[in-house]
């Protein structure tokens, strides 16, 4: 079978498409807190909880993350939500802070 130039471009058009719309399927929110924030380094924010300085932050628990966090916003499954703490911003489920209280 002889492919023409119309399906290879037609072919070419489908696969960036569903490639674009993937990268942006699990692109993060854009207005998510980093970890250079001045509010953030206030009060020890980090994206991933499993690197919290220990030493650092003696009050980190294991097993503390902002998902579970009763300043989270968000649903327990949601990768990133609001909190009280930084307005607009979305921070990382999977995320610490030592601002964490689970009351």
Not at 6 to 16: D, I, K, S, T, Y
Not at 42 to 47: R, S
Not at 61 to 88: H, P
Request: glycine share 12%; net charge positive.
């Amino acid at each position: 079978m002889k492919t023409s130039r119309r399906h290879f471009l037609l072919l070419g058009m489908g696969v960036g498409s569903s490639l674009a719309l993937s990268r942006v399927a699990f692109a993060e929110p854009a207005n998510t807190l980093g970890e250079a924030d001045p509010k953030a380094q206030a009060v020890g924010y980090k994206e991933d909880a499993a690197k919290v300085d220990k030493a650092k932050f003696p009050g980190y628990a294991a097993g503390q993350t902002c998902g579970n966090c009763s300043l989270f916003q968000g649903k327990t499954t949601d990768a990133y939500g609001g909190c009280t703490l930084f307005g607009d911003k979305q921070v990382a489920a999977r995320g610490w802070c030592n601002s964490y209280s689970n009351m």
